[in-house]
């Protein structure tokens, strides 16, 4: 599959295997090392998942204060697949400065995040991000990907009408199945698709980490070096 061709004339998102496996697997590990939820767990990603399960919001929130210590997931996750990030955007690159790690609990009442797009918090549209859960994704926790042309439709109509995120939009919300990957897969996509999840039902919390990253040649957005970092790929 021609990667670049999907992202910019196809669909405009890709499931893909990530290129340095070991380097995923390091930030799987620093997860598990700096989350630090029991010793009796010990690394293992499903046990963690199920005890992140069925805490309360605010549980997991203090949880999170772990993970501010770590400063290199934005580089480990680029430097898990360097071939693929060279070839868009080459070598020289702006990063953003702190990669999220993100954690949906199942359950009713868990926040829904309704189809958006990156330009709508002024990324630039010559960005891109990688998406990549730190387990299998096997039943509908995951991310639904609204494709290119479909999400191109809906944003003419709706600057058209006036709104964002009007009914057309909150009603895509209804019908979506997320993307069932494995561990070890990623998904990269570009800044015009819109995207988003849905509450769902498992014993296990969804886990996943994302970056967004693009040429140091090519202009940026709203988003400057508080958001961004340059960044070498050797």
């Given at each position: 599959m021609d990667i670049e061709k999907?992202?910019?004339?196809?669909?405009?998102?890709?499931?893909?295997?990530?290129?340095?496996?070991?380097t995923f697997n390091k930030l799987?590990?620093?997860?598990?090392?700096?989350?630090?939820?029991s010793k009796k767990i010990g690394d293992n990603i499903d046990q963690i998942r199920k005890k992140l399960a069925k805490m309360t919001k605010a549980e997991i929130n203090k949880t999170m204060v772990n993970l501010l210590s770590f400063n290199d997931l934005s580089e480990m996750i680029i430097n898990s697949c360097p071939t693929l990030v060279k070839r868009l955007c080459g070598s020289e690159l702006f990063i953003q400065r702190r990669a999220h790690t993100i954690i949906n609990v199942p359950g009713e009442g868990q926040a829904k995040q309704w189809?958006?797009?990156?330009?709508?918090?002024?990324?630039?549209?010559?960005?891109?991000?990688?998406?990549a859960p730190l387990h299998d994704l096997q039943d509908q926790g995951g991310v639904y990907y609204i494709d290119q042309k479909k999400s191109y439709e809906i944003m003419k109509k709706?600057?058209?009408?006036?709104l964002v995120n009007g009914p057309t939009v909150l009603n895509l919300m209804t019908e979506q199945k997320?993307?069932?990957?494995?561990?070890?897969?990623?998904?990269?996509?570009?800044?015009?698709?819109?995207?988003?999840?849905v509450t769902f039902k498992s014993e296990f919390a969804r886990?996943?980490?994302n970056v967004r990253f693009q040429s140091y040649y090519k202009p940026l957005l709203q988003k400057n070096t508080d958001y961004l970092k340059y960044y070498k790929l050797v």
């Amino acid at each position: 599959m021609d990667i670049e061709k999907e992202l910019t004339v196809g669909r405009g998102y890709v499931v893909f295997p990530i290129e340095n496996t070991d380097t995923f697997n390091k930030l799987r590990n620093s997860f598990v090392e700096k989350i630090n939820i029991s010793k009796k767990i010990g690394d293992n990603i499903d046990q963690i998942r199920k005890k992140l399960a069925k805490m309360t919001k605010a549980e997991i929130n203090k949880t999170m204060v772990n993970l501010l210590s770590f400063n290199d997931l934005s580089e480990m996750i680029i430097n898990s697949c360097p071939t693929l990030v060279k070839r868009l955007c080459g070598s020289e690159l702006f990063i953003q400065r702190r990669a999220h790690t993100i954690i949906n609990v199942p359950g009713e009442g868990q926040a829904k995040q309704w189809p958006h797009y990156e330009l709508m918090s002024g990324i630039s549209p010559f960005s891109y991000v990688i998406w990549a859960p730190l387990h299998d994704l096997q039943d509908q926790g995951g991310v639904y990907y609204i494709d290119q042309k479909k999400s191109y439709e809906i944003m003419k109509k709706e600057e058209e009408d006036g709104l964002v995120n009007g009914p057309t939009v909150l009603n895509l919300m209804t019908e979506q199945k997320p993307t069932l990957m494995k561990f070890g897969e990623a998904i990269i996509f570009n800044p015009f698709v819109l995207h988003g999840n849905v509450t769902f039902k498992s014993e296990f919390a969804r886990i996943a980490c994302n970056v967004r990253f693009q040429s140091y040649y090519k202009p940026l957005l709203q988003k400057n070096t508080d958001y961004l970092k340059y960044y070498k790929l050797v």
